[in-house]
């Protein structure tokens, strides 16, 4: 090995220029390669010549506690059937495994959740590149890892958001309704509701029943207290079984919307006053919560030393207090919803928190 590139893909989040700061440290300090840092990942790597810079360790220091991505994200779609801009679509996959060759890497570092991952290890088995992954999401979905990068941060951000509606809420006597993201996974939610005290938490992986959240609400109600915190992950499904998203006509591909609907129906059923807040973006900008700099720090040590053992197809991942490598395509397929019979909803239940099926 002698030069080896890195690419962060997908959405962003907090951690991941700590991932690329340990990266560079470890790959130059300790074995004296080169390291590559490809921007914009795979539409970076389809340009020719590709867009790349070479990184140093002599100004990356600041990269610790810096948000989002400098090496910058795809954004533009699917690699395999990519937007030509005329309205037509190509297959990219041998114009990035191209623009590998031509930066003369040995090795490829790919930062991704599980869509990303799945892409990267795609164009990686055609084009014998000798990938390997780090776990990244705010959705903490990636399978075979405990944690992924971006999951602490998006959770405090998601905290603190439940903290400031708290006060508020209570000096109006308001339900307070905060929709989070997560994809199709309850994680943030579950996490920072139970961090940020909800009165009730709903998740796509528990189908609610807007009745039991409004006794929820009333019994509150019965105690003199006459606020409320609903925290709503943003892919929970209305009792008809369809997404928000459809029935306000955002888009196929868009999330977002179920918070409103259910602060409404809340309204319509108990005579409360709502207010929603949708978080939005805010979860996955910001600096790096120190956990997230320091898992970022951990697992770019632990992939370049996957490189120098020649593991490749391999991810890092956390687990017991360890870093441990497992085949990437086990941690696509073991993609993490919320466990109904893990700690997390035991705890919500333990503390009363209603979690819409009650
Ligand atoms: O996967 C991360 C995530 O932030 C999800 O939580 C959310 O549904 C989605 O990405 C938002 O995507 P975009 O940044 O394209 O709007």
Known sequence: IKRIGILTSGGDCAGLNAVIRSVVHHAIGTYGWEVVGIQEATQGLM???????????????????????????????????????????????????????????????????????????????????????????????????????????ATNIATEALDRLHFTAASHNRVMVLEVMGRDAGHIALAAGIGGGADIILIPEIPYRIESVCNKIRQRQAQGKNFCLVMVSEAVRTELGDQVKQIQQFGEDRYGGIGKYIAEQIAQRTGAETRVTVLGHIQRGGIPSPFDRLLGSVFGVAAVDLIAAGKFDHMVAWRNRQTISVPIEEAIQTYQTVKL???????ARGLGICLGND
């Open 47 to 153: 340009e020719n010549p590709p867009k790349a810079i070479a990184l140093h360790r002599d100004n990356i220091d600041h990269l610790l506690m810096m948000g989002g991505t400098f090496l910058g994200t795809t954004n533009k779609g699917n690699p395999f059937a990519f937007p030509m801009g005329d309205g037509t679509v190509k297959d990219r996959t041998e114009d990035i495994i191209a623009g590998y060759r031509q930066l003369g890497l040995d090795a490829l570092i790919g930062i991704g959740g599980d869509g990303s991952l799945a892409i990267l290890r795609r164009i990686a088995q055609q084009g014998g590149i000798n990938l390997v992954g780090i776990p990244k999401t705010i959705d903490n979905d990636v399978g075979a890892t405990e944690i992924s990068i971006g999951f602490d941060t």
């Open 341 to 347: 019979d893990g700690a997390l909803v035991k705890t």
